[in-house]
């Protein structure tokens, strides 16, 4: 096993590049018992009585690479001119985030996810259909020369960069990925795509199990589809088995690493960005994916207690589920 209070020291010292799609979670929380039938329409409206915002996507792995205090976090994105980029904005600042390296473009939609939550007599809460704030078009080419710009900036100070790319139109061009690319054979790039894992070269990539087409969860579906990827890619293949933890495919050997026990209830939501963030500072830390992946293992069951919210993993709250 390896000594945590070691990693952690490591772990300060980094410098962490993440880029990535920073979204924005809101919930709005109805109290249906003050709702009155509109005299307009046929309809009781949702009265909010309470709202919350976090950093979700990107943002959600940012906040998590922050818990981890390494010494510099440099977050790489681009956020519209909205009510949406103003919160998160200010999310930045309470949360001591840098955003030196945020590009603002008035031609985008910051993307967001409006989750609408009705509370009534009982204690049942539920959550209606989400309103969705997304780009339906590739990032505007001026938007994207930024961000090139600023990414290149930002890969010549970090020690690793962390990728969430997970919108169909978001901050992870065809440009901005071949750059990535480019820059994994100098230094460590670690992705986390729900669509376009395949197209990487030289970075490791983090699919979970529906993403590798595992056709099940045995260990040698598990190599198959990870040997896979990493010819694919020409570098080392993380994928993450749900309750089951993760794997480590590097050199025709695969380590599968138990994920903690964890008692329900859980709330999974988020916690690809914790493992991902874990990973990247661990793997940065001590080049051993193996350890990567346990710490990450750990730094998630913390996350997946936290319901209703992203979360995050600090060092005291891993070190405590590592007791």
Known sequence: MFELSELFEKIRSLKVCVVGDVCLDAYFTADMRQSVL???????????????????????????VNALKVKELICV???GSDWRGYIIEKLFGDLGINNEYLVRSPDIITPCYVKPMRAGISDVVYEDPRLDFENRSPLPAKAEEEMLSTLKKAAGRADIIAVSDQLRF??????VRDYLC?????????????ERVSLYKNVIVKPNEVEARLTDLSENSVF???????????????VTLGGMGAAWYEN????????????????????????????????AACGCG???????????????????????ANEEEISMINR
């Open 38 to 64: 509109s005299r307009e329409t046929p309809h009781f409206p949702l009265p909010v009585v309470s709202e919350r915002y976090s950093l979700g996507g990107g943002g959600n792995v940012m906040n998590n």
């Open 77 to 79: 994105s681009c956020i």
């Open 170 to 175: 978001g901050v992870i061009t065809p440009a």
């Open 182 to 194: 480019e820059a994994a054979k100098t230094k460590p790039v670690v992705v986390d795509s729900r």
């Open 224 to 238: 198959a589809g990870a040997k896979r990827m990493s010819e694919k890619t020409g570098a080392p293949v993380v």
């Open 252 to 283: 025709g050997k695969l380590d599968i690493v138990p994920a903690v026990k964890t008692e329900p209830p859980v709330d999974i939501v988020g916690a690809g960005d914790t493992f991902l963030s874990a990973f990247s500072c661990a793997y």
């Open 290 to 312: 193996k350890t990567a992946v346990s710490f990450a293992n750990l730094a998630s069951s913390v996350t997946v207690k936290k319901i209703g919210t992203t979360g995050t």
